[in-house]
């Protein structure tokens, strides 16, 4: 049966006469703060250590997988990792994009860590995307260090849906931008590039959509289940796809990777796609000097600075980086949109009325901190 079938089926005969189960049986989006609390970890570790690793954790990641691990050496001295085990070689098979999040989570560390009055040293140790050590930190105490308000990292959210068409005003992007202006684009969604945006991700989505080796590893990384979701503590979850409702019960209960692989589900999501770009302010483009470790490293940092500012100001960030990892439209976005930089992130903004709490998932530290 396929799912235009099932669902016609489902609003009636199952959603009819389940609802009775439906109400007393799975009736909710299992979320982070569902799961359970950490009290100790296998490694001794000072509190704040554990703290600042936690904050660190809450960096983005495609398809949430979260692609680093911690060495620990003694208090205070780890080295931050790369995890093969959770490369995304269907979209980034040069390992770009994870790069990329893991300078986030070292923006998120270094705010962590400085709210604590540490400061943080830095010592690269990677030479291409695909070392496991990247980077060796040493934390110390400090004075007069500047401290971070980190319920900002604990508030971060992707939303992907609800964006108002209203153009980002000049004092909320100068805001967002502050000290980025090098490596920040703007295009409203009154230009002639953000229309070209659209279509190209559109485009991208589509060829993504019907590439195999893609949709099986998107497949790989929902956790339809609940019980899935409590044992890996990862991925895309219905709840961070803002699936909710009856639909999100549906989808926890009847769907599974191979519904993935379905056109009815591809071409599902090329349409949710279409309607997302739809509706935005914009896009933000942020770049790069050029490719190398340190300056993927430095963008991811530059997105987790930015991504903490927008909740300030309601705005909210999706980021789609279909055009960059689809290889014909990868080729063309420079000159569609007169950048000469490196492109690292295409991210739709837009305002929000509601900015709901964040629902990703994160491991426990015991599951990314190893000696």
Known sequence: MDRRKFIKYTSGTIVIA????????????FERADLDEIEKTKIPMQSDEMEILILASLA???????PWFVKYHEPFH?????????????????????ILSIGAFLQNLEYAANNLGYSCEFNLLATTNQDEEIINVKLSK???????????????????SHYLDKTISREDL????????????YYPNTSKEHLYLNEQTIEANRLQSYRDAAQTELANWIRFSNEDVEKYQDGLTPASMEIMGISGWIVRNFYDTQSVMKKDFREKSIAQVIEQVSQSAGWLVITSRDNSVLSLLD????????????????????????ILEEEKTKTAVDN???????IQFLLRVGYVENYPEPVTLRRHINLFVNN
């Open 18 to 29: 389940g609802i009775t189960y439906y109400l007393t049986s799975d009736t909710f989006n």
């Open 60 to 66: 983005p990641s495609g398809h949430n997988t979260q």
């Open 78 to 98: 780890w080295t931050i990792c790369n995890d093969k085990m959770r490369w995304l070689d269907g979209v980034d098979p040069m390992q770009r994009e994870t």
């Open 142 to 160: 400090a004075l007069n260090i500047q401290k971070f308000e980190i319920e900002k990292i604990r508030h971060r959210r992707t939303l992907r």
């Open 174 to 185: 100068d805001y967002v931008s502050e000290d980025e202006t090098d490596f920040i684009r």
């Open 299 to 322: 963008a991811g940092r530059r997105l987790q600075r930015i991504w903490l500012k927008v909740r300030d100001r309601n705005i909210a960030i999706h980021p789609m980086t279909q």
């Open 336 to 342: 569609g949109i007169g950048i000469k930089e490196n």
